[in-house]
């Protein structure tokens, strides 16, 4: 089964952010979750119930995978060590 991706529009905006070289590096894991969403290594976050982690070298990318309608969003892309704090 192949999921379909999509950014929030916040995690595009961070995306966006980052150097080309680590845009290509960060993409090319993504597209990967849209045939394998579960990857070794990837971590299930505390208090979330759909929400995933993978690592690309210093950078988090946190998803959500909804198996029903195949979907994987995107919530975040930053280095490791901002993306675990509060947005407020």
């Known amino acids: 089964m192949i999921y379909q991706i999509e950014f929030t529009k916040g995690a595009r905006k961070q995306f966006k952010k980052l ?17 394998e969403p579960r990857p070794n ?3 299930k976050l505390k208090g979330e119930e759909n929400n ?4 690309v070298g210093d ?8 198996d029903d ?4 969003s995107i919530v975040k892309v930053k280095h490791r060590s901002e993306v675990y704090k509060d947005d407020s």
């Open 41 to 43: 290594g990837v971590k």
């Open 59 to 66: 950078y988090r990318v946190v998803y959500g995978i909804y």
């Open 19 to 35: 150097s080309q070289e680590l845009q290509d590096r960060i993409q090319s894991e993504i597209d990967e979750l849209a045939n």
């Open 52 to 55: 995933y982690r993978i690592r």
């Open 69 to 72: 309608i195949l979907l994987i």
